[in-house]
């Protein structure tokens, strides 16, 4: 069962995330800052986040990491093409706690031809917890069908 907050529980500029998949609905409701050069992703920190000792789990935290350097990424890139990871590295600094804003600030460090590289960090409430990179490998457009 997932807490449910008051809007002004969630910092501005956040509004509901629109990408959503079964990998991320046990996490709803996900926030989203769409950036010019980045999106954000944030939630505050409830029960099927976090683990037996009441933190929030590493998973949560790499696939949401994962998924706003992907985003993020992707704005720099001509439609249709898109983004799939090939390479996911994190690093576990500290602890968010249930009931923390945790937020994922992702910064696009370059964007090739063929590949992408994203960092990103982690923070529960304004104080790092975790930072990673990644590697996206560009599809380009699909032939017709």
Same mark, same amino acid.
């Given at each position: 069962?997932? !807490?449910?907050?008051?809007?002004?529980?969630?910092p501005?500029?956040?509004? &509901?995330?629109?990408r959503?998949?079964?990998l991320t !609905?046990?996490?709803? &409701?996900?926030?989203?800052?769409?950036? &010019?050069?980045?999106? /954000?992703?944030? *939630?505050?920190?409830?029960a &099927? /986040?976090?683990?037996?000792? /009441?933190?929030?789990? $590493?998973?949560?935290?790499?696939?949401?990491?994962?998924?706003?350097?992907?985003?993020?990424?992707?704005l720099?890139?001509?439609?249709?093409?898109?983004?799939?990871?090939?390479?996911?590295?994190?690093?576990?600094?500290?602890?968010?706690?249930? $009931?923390?804003?945790?937020?994922?600030?992702?910064?696009?460090?370059?964007?090739?031809?063929?590949?992408a *590289?994203?960092?990103? !960090?982690?923070?529960?409430?304004?104080?790092?917890?975790?930072?990673?990179s990644?590697? *996206?490998?560009?599809?380009?457009?699909?032939?017709?069908?």
């Amino acid at each position: 069962m997932s !807490a449910t907050f008051a809007p002004l529980d969630i910092p501005a500029g956040f509004a &509901p995330h629109a990408r959503r998949s079964g990998l991320t !609905a046990p996490w709803e &409701p996900l926030y989203a800052r769409l950036l &010019p050069d980045a999106v /954000h992703i944030g *939630f505050r920190a409830a029960a &099927p /986040h976090t683990n037996s000792r /009441h933190f929030v789990h $590493g998973g949560p935290l790499a696939a949401l990491a994962d998924n706003a350097k992907g985003l993020s990424c992707g704005l720099g890139l001509p439609e249709p093409a898109g983004p799939v990871t090939v390479n996911l590295t994190m690093d576990f600094v500290a602890s968010a706690g249930l $009931g923390q804003w945790v937020e994922v600030r992702p910064l696009v460090t370059r964007l090739g031809g063929s590949l992408a *590289f994203a960092t990103a !960090a982690v923070f529960a409430d304004d104080q790092i917890c975790a930072s990673g990179s990644a590697v *996206f490998r560009v599809l380009g457009r699909r032939a017709p069908a």
